[in-house]
């Protein structure tokens, strides 16, 4: 299972910082953006768990020109016609594209692009939390990670012990 990320001119390092730590959690190999306004902001770090030393962020002038080679490109946008996420069938070796904060995917990025998917909402979320989202699924989807007490001994916090037992 291949994942990787291409996400359009950000313009907030939170949210740059936010995908880098999913991107981590939910096992994306790479994130790819384009534009300039990321690297105006970037000395605001908030990539709180150092995730990219282990996942290359990379600058790049064309996303078409970073796609992983078969990989199948799926734009993450509210567009009309897209597949709602809950339908939505993960491909193996996927590249996610995600749209700026403050605009939409221009219509020659879709027209290299294979699907398109919206996540169905009350309003529209911001880059990260689609992001979270999008991952997310995929991995509930397609599998990857055990769901027991070891995985949350892995996953968490070092200040975090507890433990929790049901009283009947």
């Not at 959690?25 to 790479?30: L, V």
């Not at 996610?96 to 998917?117: M, N, R, T």
């Not at 979320?125 to 979270?132: E, K």
Request: proline content about 6%; hydrophobic content about 40%; overall charge negative.
């Amino acid at each position: 299972m291949t994942a990787k990320i291409g996400l359009i001119n950000p313009k907030s390092p939170t949210n740059v910082g936010a995908v880098l730590r999913a991107a981590g959690c939910y096992g994306a190999e790479q994130v790819f953006f384009t534009g300039t306004r990321y690297l105006n902001a970037q000395k605001f770090h908030t990539d709180t768990k150092n995730v990219v030393e282990r996942i290359p962020l990379t600058s790049v002038t064309d996303l078409a020109m970073a796609k992983p080679d078969g990989a199948t490109v799926v734009v993450i946008e509210l567009i009309e016609g897209a597949t709602p996420l809950p339908e939505f069938v993960h491909p193996e070796n996927a590249f996610y594209i995600f749209g700026p904060e403050d605009g939409s995917i221009s219509k020659d990025v879709l027209k290299w692009c294979d699907e398109v998917v919206y996540i169905p909402t009350i309003g529209c979320m911001n880059l990260a939390a689609t992001c979270n989202v999008v991952l997310y699924d995929r991995l509930a989807k397609l599998g990857g990670v055990e769901s027991s007490d070891t995985t949350i001994i892995q996953s968490r916090d070092t200040n975090n012990k507890m433990k929790w037992q049901k009283v009947p």
